[in-house]
């Protein structure tokens, strides 16, 4: 396990008073010295300061659920009635959310695949490294919120890290605690920040809801539910009954089969996320240009549509369809 004793201090959580919500903010220098990433962040201080939660969103600029889950958890969670300390960080790559994409529009990195960071890299690196060393290492337990892309949608899931460690273990109970349908156990990539986090022996969980570009109030609901029961879960806070949604009792443990795009074309999706289809059913059809039918996209298996792309475009190796398998040994999956 990595050692967190050479974590930048840009603030310091042992300062902050008791009972307090603290308005902070981090700035990330550019390549030229020019430009400047400010990344807003609020601290709540309860009674005491341990343990140390950390909630954040926006890691692509194109998933805006969680964001707007947490600028309302902001508004409605007392720090009176807090037991340790939660941060709450919206947007973590701001110039990715003003540009509306998922990558950063200064260098076309992805954020999720460059923590640890790198201080002398590019704009995403020493993005990452800012939020990684400046604020990730000060905490004890990770909610990385995501949402699907603009280009499709998804069934609302959580992803723990595989294997038989206690940071993995009490990871995978923390993401059971958010009471949703299903769960999915990943070997995260190398630069994914769940996978680093877990590396120092920081709990991290990633759930996803959402996509398609948009804000529902559902999908907004959700986010915040999750939320309130993993405050429950560490005994941080008590919130009341109505701000939760239905606990899954028995939730599914799934892996995953995928469906790319051979052909470049017009793709019309033929079931929604949700849906449980059967192996050879048709889940869509991509046609060329002139109309004439190019590919079928039929189920290998049995199982339930997890993602769906809904951007009709579409060019080989677009993922199309995944769909969740719930009866079989869990596989280890890969991360496109």
Not at 76 to 96: C, F, H, K, W, Y
Not at 206 to 213: A, D, F, I, S, W
Request: proline content about 7%; glycine content about 10%; hydrophobic content about 40%.
């Amino acid at each position: 396990m990595a050692d967190r004793r050479q974590t930048l201090r840009l603030w310091e959580p042992e300062k902050l008073k008791l009972q307090s919500r603290n308005r902070l903010a981090i700035k990330v220098p550019g390549l030229s010295g020019s430009l400047m990433c400010e990344i807003p962040f609020t601290v709540l201080v309860g009674g005491i300061r341990k343990p140390r939660l950390l909630v954040l969103a926006g890691v692509h600029g194109d998933e805006y659920e969680g964001v707007a889950a947490l600028h309302e958890l902001l508004e409605e969670i007392d720090p009176s009635g807090l037991r340790g300390m939660l941060t709450i960080l919206p947007v973590a790559n701001p110039q990715a959310f003003y540009a509306g994409t998922r990558l950063n529009p200064v260098d076309l990195g992805d954020l999720n695949r460059g923590f640890p960071g790198n201080p002398g890299g590019t704009q995403t690196d020493r993005l990452a490294h800012a939020l990684f060393h400046g604020i990730v290492l000060e905490h004890d337990c990770l909610l990385s919120m995501h949402c699907w892309s603009k280009e499709a949608t998804v069934i609302p899931y959580v992803e723990y890290p595989c294997g038989p460690t206690s940071v993995s273990r009490r990871s995978h109970a923390a993401a059971r605690a958010l009471g949703l349908e299903f769960m999915h156990p990943y070997e995260w990539p190398k630069g994914v920040l769940s996978e680093a986090a877990i590396k120092y022996g920081i709990l991290s969980i990633e759930p996803e809801v959402g996509g398609m570009g948009m804000l529902t109030s559902e999908g907004k609901r959700v986010y915040k539910s999750m939320v309130y029961r993993l405050l429950l879960h560490f005994k941080m806070y008590k919130p009341a009954e109505a701000c939760m949604e239905p606990l899954y009792p028995n939730p599914k443990m799934a892996s995953h089969v995928d469906m790319f795009a051979n052909h470049a074309g017009l793709f019309r999706g033929q079931v929604r996320a949700g849906d449980t289809v059967v192996a050879g059913q048709v889940l869509g059809v991509t046609s060329d240009l002139s109309g004439e039918r190019l590919e079928e996209v039929r189920a290998p298996e049995a199982g339930t549509v997890a993602i769906l792309r809904t951007f009709a475009s579409v060019q080989p190796g677009n993922r199309l369809v995944q769909i969740f398998l719930t009866s079989k040994a869990v596989r280890r999956p890969k991360l496109a």
